[in-house]
Protein backbone atom coordinates (compact mmCIF):
# COMPACT_ATOMS: atom_id res chain seq x y z
CA UNK A 1 0.00 0.00 0.00
CA UNK A 2 0.81 3.86 -0.53
CA UNK A 3 2.82 6.21 1.76
CA UNK A 4 2.08 9.46 1.29
CA UNK A 5 4.62 11.96 1.73
CA UNK A 6 3.14 15.98 2.99
CA UNK A 7 6.07 18.20 3.12
CA UNK A 8 8.14 16.16 0.08
CA UNK A 9 9.93 18.99 -1.67
CA UNK A 10 11.33 20.94 1.57
CA UNK A 11 14.95 19.88 3.12
CA UNK A 12 14.02 16.86 5.27
CA UNK A 13 10.60 15.65 2.92
CA UNK A 14 12.86 15.32 0.03
CA UNK A 15 15.38 13.27 1.59
CA UNK A 16 12.36 10.91 3.21
CA UNK A 17 10.98 10.44 -0.40
CA UNK A 18 14.53 9.67 -1.73
CA UNK A 19 14.99 6.78 1.19
CA UNK A 20 11.57 5.62 0.55
CA UNK A 21 12.16 4.92 -3.10
CA UNK A 22 15.59 3.42 -2.17
CA UNK A 23 13.45 0.47 0.10
CA UNK A 24 11.06 -0.17 -2.94
CA UNK A 25 8.16 2.06 -1.32
CA UNK A 26 5.13 2.52 -3.12
CA UNK A 27 5.67 6.91 -2.54
CA UNK A 28 2.48 9.57 -3.22
CA UNK A 29 3.46 13.41 -2.41
CA UNK A 30 1.03 16.31 -2.17
CA UNK A 31 2.71 19.47 -3.31
CA UNK A 32 1.25 22.82 -4.04
CA UNK A 33 3.49 23.30 -6.72
CA UNK A 34 4.00 20.08 -8.57
CA UNK A 35 7.42 21.95 -10.64
CA UNK A 36 9.21 21.52 -7.45
CA UNK A 37 8.66 17.88 -6.78
CA UNK A 38 11.75 16.69 -8.95
CA UNK A 39 11.14 13.08 -8.05
CA UNK A 40 11.82 9.74 -9.93
CA UNK A 41 8.97 8.90 -11.76
CA UNK A 42 7.72 5.91 -10.16
CA UNK A 43 6.45 9.07 -7.41
CA UNK A 44 2.59 9.92 -7.76
CA UNK A 45 2.45 13.15 -7.60
CA UNK A 46 -0.87 15.02 -6.46
CA UNK A 47 -1.29 19.25 -6.50
CA UNK A 48 -2.84 20.46 -3.16
CA UNK A 49 -2.51 21.82 -0.20
CA UNK A 50 -3.39 21.24 3.57
CA UNK A 51 -6.40 23.35 3.58
CA UNK A 52 -7.73 22.01 -0.01
CA UNK A 53 -10.40 19.42 1.44
CA UNK A 54 -10.90 17.94 -2.16
CA UNK A 55 -6.92 17.20 -2.41
CA UNK A 56 -6.75 16.14 0.56
CA UNK A 57 -9.10 13.78 0.25
CA UNK A 58 -7.57 12.58 -3.26
CA UNK A 59 -4.58 12.58 -1.44
CA UNK A 60 -5.37 9.64 0.63
CA UNK A 61 -7.38 7.59 -1.59
CA UNK A 62 -5.61 3.95 -1.44
CA UNK A 63 -2.75 5.46 1.36
CA UNK A 64 -2.15 3.06 4.37
CA UNK A 65 0.50 5.33 6.17
CA UNK A 66 1.40 9.16 6.42
CA UNK A 67 4.45 11.21 6.80
CA UNK A 68 3.52 14.62 8.27
CA UNK A 69 5.77 17.54 7.80
CA UNK A 70 3.95 20.73 8.70
CA UNK A 71 5.53 24.24 7.37
CA UNK A 72 5.88 27.06 10.19
CA UNK A 73 2.61 29.45 8.95
CA UNK A 74 0.30 31.30 10.70
CA UNK A 75 -1.94 28.38 10.13
CA UNK A 76 0.20 25.65 10.80
CA UNK A 77 -1.98 24.04 13.75
CA UNK A 78 -5.12 24.49 11.64
CA UNK A 79 -3.42 22.61 8.97
CA UNK A 80 -2.37 19.80 10.99
CA UNK A 81 -5.27 19.08 12.31
CA UNK A 82 -7.45 19.45 9.40
CA UNK A 83 -5.10 17.44 7.97
CA UNK A 84 -4.78 13.90 10.70
CA UNK A 85 -9.12 14.23 10.84
CA UNK A 86 -8.77 13.68 6.75
CA UNK A 87 -6.47 10.93 7.34
CA UNK A 88 -8.44 9.49 9.78
CA UNK A 89 -11.76 9.86 8.00
CA UNK A 90 -10.11 8.03 5.00
CA UNK A 91 -9.34 5.10 7.56
CA UNK A 92 -5.64 6.03 7.74
CA UNK A 93 -3.84 5.45 11.17
CA UNK A 94 -0.23 4.87 10.58
CA UNK A 95 1.46 7.85 10.85
CA UNK A 96 4.91 9.35 11.34
CA UNK A 97 4.60 13.11 12.28
CA UNK A 98 7.67 15.55 13.02
CA UNK A 99 7.52 17.23 15.55
CA UNK A 100 10.42 19.35 17.82
CA UNK A 101 12.27 18.42 20.33
CA UNK A 102 11.04 19.37 23.58
CA UNK A 103 7.69 20.34 22.24
CA UNK A 104 5.79 19.26 25.64
CA UNK A 105 7.76 22.19 27.28
CA UNK A 106 8.24 25.28 25.64
CA UNK A 107 4.73 26.34 25.63
CA UNK A 108 5.31 29.31 24.80
CA UNK A 109 6.89 28.88 20.81
CA UNK A 110 4.02 29.10 19.15
CA UNK A 111 5.31 26.08 16.24
CA UNK A 112 6.39 23.68 19.62
CA UNK A 113 2.90 24.60 21.07
CA UNK A 114 1.28 24.12 17.37
CA UNK A 115 2.93 20.35 17.21
CA UNK A 116 2.33 19.33 20.89
CA UNK A 117 -1.27 20.21 20.14
CA UNK A 118 -0.62 17.93 16.93
CA UNK A 119 0.94 15.18 19.10
CA UNK A 120 -2.07 14.61 21.48
CA UNK A 121 -4.77 14.72 19.01
CA UNK A 122 -2.59 11.13 17.62
CA UNK A 123 -2.05 9.87 21.75
CA UNK A 124 -5.92 10.42 21.95
CA UNK A 125 -7.90 9.50 18.71
CA UNK A 126 -6.95 6.12 17.85
CA UNK A 127 -3.52 7.00 15.42
CA UNK A 128 -0.94 4.15 15.19
CA UNK A 129 2.40 6.85 15.04
CA UNK A 130 6.10 7.77 15.66
CA UNK A 131 6.50 10.85 16.47
CA UNK A 132 9.44 12.47 15.56
CA UNK A 133 11.28 15.01 17.95
CA UNK A 134 14.36 16.57 16.21
CA UNK A 135 16.68 18.88 17.56
CA UNK A 136 17.88 22.21 15.68
CA UNK A 137 18.75 21.58 12.10
CA UNK A 138 22.24 21.44 11.69
CA UNK A 139 21.23 22.44 7.76
CA UNK A 140 19.36 25.43 8.99
CA UNK A 141 23.41 26.93 9.06
CA UNK A 142 23.35 27.67 5.40
CA UNK A 143 20.76 30.58 6.39
CA UNK A 144 23.62 32.26 8.29
CA UNK A 145 26.62 30.99 6.40
CA UNK A 146 27.14 35.03 4.47
CA UNK A 147 28.14 36.12 8.44
CA UNK A 148 30.30 33.45 9.11
CA UNK A 149 32.01 33.75 6.23
CA UNK A 150 32.20 37.24 5.71
CA UNK A 151 32.24 38.66 8.61
CA UNK A 152 33.44 35.86 11.46
CA UNK A 153 31.08 35.95 13.69
CA UNK A 154 28.60 32.77 14.56
CA UNK A 155 25.16 34.85 14.70
CA UNK A 156 22.80 31.96 16.12
CA UNK A 157 21.73 32.99 20.25
CA UNK A 158 21.98 29.46 20.66
CA UNK A 159 23.64 29.78 24.27
CA UNK A 160 25.68 28.24 26.80
CA UNK A 161 23.47 25.26 27.90
CA UNK A 162 24.16 23.02 24.87
CA UNK A 163 22.02 22.03 21.67
CA UNK A 164 22.63 18.32 20.22
CA UNK A 165 21.68 19.84 16.40
CA UNK A 166 21.01 17.18 14.16
CA UNK A 167 21.19 16.29 10.50
CA UNK A 168 17.94 16.71 7.77
CA UNK A 169 19.63 13.12 6.04
CA UNK A 170 19.27 10.99 9.74
CA UNK A 171 15.81 12.78 10.36
CA UNK A 172 15.09 11.99 7.48
CA UNK A 173 16.19 8.04 7.37
CA UNK A 174 15.10 7.73 10.65
CA UNK A 175 11.48 8.71 9.45
CA UNK A 176 11.76 6.23 6.44
CA UNK A 177 12.72 3.44 8.39
CA UNK A 178 9.90 4.47 10.85
CA UNK A 179 7.00 4.53 7.60
CA UNK A 180 8.13 1.43 6.50
CA UNK A 181 7.96 -0.46 9.61
CA UNK A 182 4.36 0.99 10.31
CA UNK A 183 3.34 0.25 6.77
CA UNK A 184 4.47 -3.36 6.53
CA UNK A 185 3.33 -4.31 10.23
CA UNK A 186 -0.30 -6.33 9.95
CA UNK A 187 -1.68 -4.67 13.13
CA UNK A 188 -2.04 -0.83 13.98
CA UNK A 189 1.64 -0.53 16.31
CA UNK A 190 1.58 1.67 19.23
CA UNK A 191 2.60 5.43 19.77
CA UNK A 192 5.83 6.04 19.86
CA UNK A 193 8.34 9.03 20.64
CA UNK A 194 11.63 9.24 18.84
CA UNK A 195 14.25 12.19 20.23
CA UNK A 196 16.18 12.82 17.02
CA UNK A 197 19.78 14.32 17.75
CA UNK A 198 23.12 14.77 17.14
CA UNK A 199 26.36 12.86 18.03
CA UNK A 200 27.80 16.34 19.94
CA UNK A 201 25.73 19.06 21.97
CA UNK A 202 26.95 22.32 21.28
CA UNK A 203 26.97 25.78 22.66
CA UNK A 204 27.48 29.01 20.77
CA UNK A 205 30.81 28.92 21.85
CA UNK A 206 31.79 25.19 20.72
CA UNK A 207 30.37 25.95 17.73
CA UNK A 208 32.27 28.97 16.61
CA UNK A 209 35.04 27.23 17.64
CA UNK A 210 34.60 24.51 15.01
CA UNK A 211 34.15 27.15 12.45
CA UNK A 212 37.61 28.73 13.45
CA UNK A 213 39.05 25.31 13.01
CA UNK A 214 37.45 24.61 9.75
CA UNK A 215 38.03 28.37 8.12
CA UNK A 216 42.19 28.44 9.83
CA UNK A 217 40.96 32.12 11.39
CA UNK A 218 38.68 33.30 14.20
CA UNK A 219 35.12 32.93 14.17
CA UNK A 220 33.78 34.33 17.89
CA UNK A 221 30.09 33.72 19.01
CA UNK A 222 27.78 36.78 18.83
CA UNK A 223 26.02 36.12 22.05
CA UNK A 224 22.66 35.99 23.40
CA UNK A 225 20.87 39.26 22.59
CA UNK A 226 17.51 38.33 21.72
CA UNK A 227 16.75 41.59 20.38
CA UNK A 228 19.74 42.20 17.55
CA UNK A 229 17.89 38.42 16.71
CA UNK A 230 14.85 39.38 16.33
CA UNK A 231 15.48 42.72 14.57
CA UNK A 232 18.24 40.78 12.00
CA UNK A 233 15.34 38.39 11.33
CA UNK A 234 12.69 40.71 10.87
CA UNK A 235 14.84 42.09 7.88
CA UNK A 236 13.58 38.71 5.69
CA UNK A 237 10.88 37.24 7.22
CA UNK A 238 7.51 38.43 8.23
CA UNK A 239 7.39 40.47 11.64
CA UNK A 240 5.44 38.20 13.65
CA UNK A 241 7.86 35.31 12.49
CA UNK A 242 10.85 36.93 13.76
CA UNK A 243 9.32 37.22 17.16
CA UNK A 244 8.36 33.74 16.70
CA UNK A 245 12.20 33.06 16.47
CA UNK A 246 13.24 34.92 19.20
CA UNK A 247 11.02 33.05 21.47
CA UNK A 248 12.62 29.78 20.21
CA UNK A 249 16.00 31.35 20.95
CA UNK A 250 14.91 32.22 24.09
CA UNK A 251 14.49 28.39 25.28
CA UNK A 252 17.98 27.54 23.06
CA UNK A 253 19.40 29.98 25.93
CA UNK A 254 17.68 29.26 28.85
CA UNK A 255 16.91 25.41 28.43
CA UNK A 256 19.15 24.29 25.83
CA UNK A 257 18.42 20.84 23.65
CA UNK A 258 20.04 18.01 25.58
CA UNK A 259 19.57 14.33 25.09
CA UNK A 260 17.89 11.83 27.50
CA UNK A 261 20.04 9.12 28.04
CA UNK A 262 20.10 6.53 25.25
CA UNK A 263 18.72 8.85 22.65
CA UNK A 264 22.06 8.79 20.63
CA UNK A 265 22.46 5.07 20.84
CA UNK A 266 19.11 4.61 20.07
CA UNK A 267 19.25 6.04 16.70
CA UNK A 268 22.46 4.95 15.97
CA UNK A 269 21.60 1.48 16.41
CA UNK A 270 18.16 2.50 14.25
CA UNK A 271 20.39 3.70 10.70
CA UNK A 272 22.99 1.32 11.42
CA UNK A 273 25.79 3.57 11.31
CA UNK A 274 27.24 6.65 13.36
CA UNK A 275 25.11 10.12 13.00
CA UNK A 276 26.10 13.10 10.80
CA UNK A 277 28.09 15.79 12.94
CA UNK A 278 28.23 19.54 12.77
CA UNK A 279 31.48 19.95 11.56
CA UNK A 280 30.24 17.64 8.59
CA UNK A 281 28.64 20.15 7.51
CA UNK A 282 31.03 23.31 7.68
CA UNK A 283 33.44 21.71 5.99
CA UNK A 284 31.01 21.15 3.19
CA UNK A 285 29.56 25.40 3.33
CA UNK A 286 33.52 26.00 3.77
CA UNK A 287 34.46 24.17 0.90
CA UNK A 288 31.16 25.55 -1.54
Known amino acids: MTILVIGATGRVGS ?4 QLVKRDA ?31 RAAFSDVRTLFLLNAVTGDEFTQAIITLNVAREAGIKRVVYLSVFGADEAVNVPHF ?3 RGAERMLETM ?7 RPTYFIDNEVMVKDVILQHGVYPMP ?22 IRRNAAPDILPVETINLVGPDTLTGTDVAAIWSDVLGRPVVYGGDDPDGFEANMATFMPRWTAYEMRLMAERYVSDGMIPQDGDRERLVNLLGRPLHSYRETAVRIAAA
Do not use: C, N, W, Y
Open 158 to 179: IGGKGLAMVDARDIAEIAAIEL
Open 26 to 56: DVRVLTRDPAKADFPPSVDVVQGDLLDIDAL
Open 126 to 132: GFGATIL
Open 113 to 115: AVK
Open 15 to 18: HVVD
